[in-house]
């Protein structure tokens, strides 16, 4: 079955440090996410994907947030210059149609600024 | 602002029991509501995607319902088994948008 994958499963980094969370979306799907989850907090909408353009962000996806499709199988998220609050596990999704079809997630990359 | 909420946070039944509990979302512009399933160290897995008013659907022994009218959804599962213990999440896109707005999840435990 297709699936979402998502590297590293662990990232640990210098506060101040840029990282990059890699995403291999399912192959035929057109809508990206990045989504991310606090320890004990909701899972928080970062930012959607469409057409090779940002179709939505959050307050949270401010300018030291960016994505990229640079390939057309990966999916990017990269953080400039991380900050002790980034910590998170960050989570990718596709969908092959907008909100009304299901979204796939990948497992996770749990960020972890030092 | 979109405020979905779920309850309880997390329950305990006996494997054999069935069990139930509830999303909320405001019932204006709504769009559309998802379920999804996430068990510890895996990836959160879609059951339902559901729209109309009165929608009822089902996979195997677990259901769901929608009223879109009063803003909530109830997800039931019959003859809870060990492997039903997961996270329970529910999440509604804004009207229009591709921003889902996640509930805080429903925790369950099956007690075998």
Redesign the interface.
Known sequence: EPEVTQTPSHQVTQMGQEVILRCVPISNHLYFYWYRQILGQKVEFLVSFYNNEISEKSEIFDDQFSVERPDGSNFTLKIRSTKLEDSAMYFCASSYGQALTEAFFGQGTRLTVV | ILNVEQSPQSLHVQEGDSTNFTCSFPSSNF??L?W?RWET??????LF?M?LNGDEKKKGRISATLNTKEGYSYLYIKGSQPEDSATY?C?S?TSG?????????TRLKVLA
């Open positions: 769009y559309a998802h999804y160290a895996k990836s959160p897995e879609a995607v729209t999440l999440a896109p948008t591709y921003k889902y707005i996640f509930g805080t999840g």
